[in-house]
C-alpha cells in the first residue's frame, strides 16, 4: 500500500506517518520547507516537495499517480484569512480534483468538529475557518471518490489512550493528536469504511474497535 499525505509535517501528519511506516505502508509526504522534509524523513516516509497552493492540478496528479490513497491534514493554522482559503477550502478542492485525474479513489480528510469553538472569543477569523472547512467537506462528499470525512474534536497533545468515541454525530469534546493518527491508520486499512462523516472525541472503544462498528452492516457480509 502507497499512501500520499499532504499536511505529513503537522501535529497529526507526523504521527500517522509513523503508524504507517510501521507496519510496512510506503508513505509520501509533500512539503513546502526544508524543515518540513526533514520531519517527515525523521519518520520514515519519503519527502515530496510541492506547494498545495503554487501547484497546479496536474503537477499534483503527477505526484499522487501510483498512490493507493491520498490523506489530507494540511491547514493554515491561524495565518490568515486568505491562507484559510487557499490551503483548506481551495485545497481540498485541488487535491480531490487531482487524486482523480491519478486514478486514486481513496481520499481521507481530516476536518474540524462542527461545535468548536462555540460560544468562545474566537473572533470572525474562526468562523471564517469554520465556514472554509465545511464547505470543503461539501464538495468532497460530492465527490465519486471513496471519501473519508475525520472530523476530531479540539486536539490535545497529551498521549493518546488507544481509545475513542467514533461516530456520525457525537457531543464535543478533546481528543489526542496520537489516537486521531490511529484512527485515520485503522480507516487506511479498512477499505470499506468510506463516504462517510466521522466525530472522533476521547472515548473507551479500542480504535480497531471503533473502525470496524462504522463499517456500513451490508458491507460486512
Do not use: C
Amino acid at each position: 500500500m502507497k499512501v500520499f499525505q499532504i499536511g505529513a509535517a503537522g501535529g497529526v501528519g507526523r504521527r500517522l506517518s509513523a503508524l504507517l511506516v510501521a507496519r510496512g505502508v510506503e508513505v509520501s509526504g509533500m512539503h513546502r520547507a526544508g524543515a518540513q522534509a526533514a520531519t517527515i524523513a525523521e519518520q520514515g516516509a519519503t519527502p515530496v516537495a510541492g506547494d498545495l497552493v503554487a501547484d497546479s492540478v496536474d503537477e499534483l496528479a503527477a505526484k499522487l499517480a501510483g498512490h493507493d490513497a491520498v490523506v489530507f491534514s494540511a491547514g493554515a493554522h491561524g495565518t490568515g484569512r486568505d491562507q484559510t482559503s487557499a490551503i483548506d477550502g481551495e485545497g481540498v478542492v485541488k487535491a480531490a480534483a487531482a487524486a482523480a485525474q491519478a486514478g486514486v479513489s481513496r481520499f481521507l480528510l481530516v476536518s474540524v468538529f462542527p461545535e468548536a469553538g462555540r460560544g468562545g472569543e474566537l473572533g470572525e477569523g474562526f468562523e471564517h475557518y469554520v465556514r472554509v472547512k465545511k464547505d470543503a467537506d461539501a464538495h468532497l462528499a460530492a465527490t465519486d471518490l471513496d471519501w473519508l470525512i475525520v472530523r476530531p474534536g479540539t486536539l490535545v497533545d497529551s498521549p493518546g489512550t488507544g481509545t475513542v468515541a467514533a461516530r456520525a454525530a457525537l457531543e464535543y469534546g478533546d481528543v489526542p493528536r496520537d489516537d486521531v493518527a490511529a484512527f485515520l491508520d485503522a480507516a487506511l486499512a479498512q477499505p470499506r469504511l468510506n463516504r462517510s462523516v466521522v466525530e472522533l472525541t476521547a472515548g473507551p472503544t479500542p480504535v480497531a474497535d471503533a473502525v470496524a462498528a462504522l463499517v456500513p452492516r451490508a458491507a460486512r457480509r
